[in-house]
Nanobody, 129 residues
Framework: QVHLSESGGGSVQAGGSLRLSCVAS????????MGWFRQAPGKGPEGVAA???????IYEDSVKGRFTISKDYAENTLHLQMNSLKPDETAMYYC???????????????????????WGEGSQVTVSS
């Protein structure tokens, strides 16, 4: 059974930084596409970034240049470095993974939650103005 566990959330002021981590029970060098999603109160889930098994990466437009998704193979952990955070990025952030989905053919649907079968419990990020 796949288990994903996020950490690293917290409260920061606008312009601040946080690094989210997702410890995975799956082998990160394996054939999994992994992503970060967020859901703000009263809003639907939103894809933030994804990284495929071949290293391909995609970002939601509003986070390009500020967020970085990466894998730490030694720790078997997925990270999301978030810089220059904005108040409207306050949300619960989730780690997701799937063994079948690939960015090679899914660049139009990478941010669809139904493309990912495995999810963590989430980590809260609060950005104050």
């Amino acid at each position: 059974q796949v288990h994903l566990s996020e950490s690293g959330g917290g409260s920061v002021q606008a312009g601040g930084s946080l690094r989210l981590s997702c410890v995975a029970s799956i082998y990160l060098r394996g054939n999994y596409c992994m992503g970060w999603f967020r859901q703000a109160p009263g809003k639907g889930p939103e894809g933030v970034a994804a990284i495929d098994s071949d290293g391909s990466i995609i970002y939601e437009d509003s986070v390009k240049g500020r967020f970085t998704i990466s894998k730490d193979y030694a720790e078997n952990t997925l990270h999301l470095q978030m810089n220059s955070l904005k108040p409207d990025e306050t949300a619960m952030y989730y780690c997701a993974a799937d063994a079948w989905f690939s960015l090679t053919y899914g660049t139009d649907t990478w941010d669809h939650i139904n493309e990912y079968n495995y999810w963590g419990e989430g980590s809260q990020v609060t950005v104050s103005s």
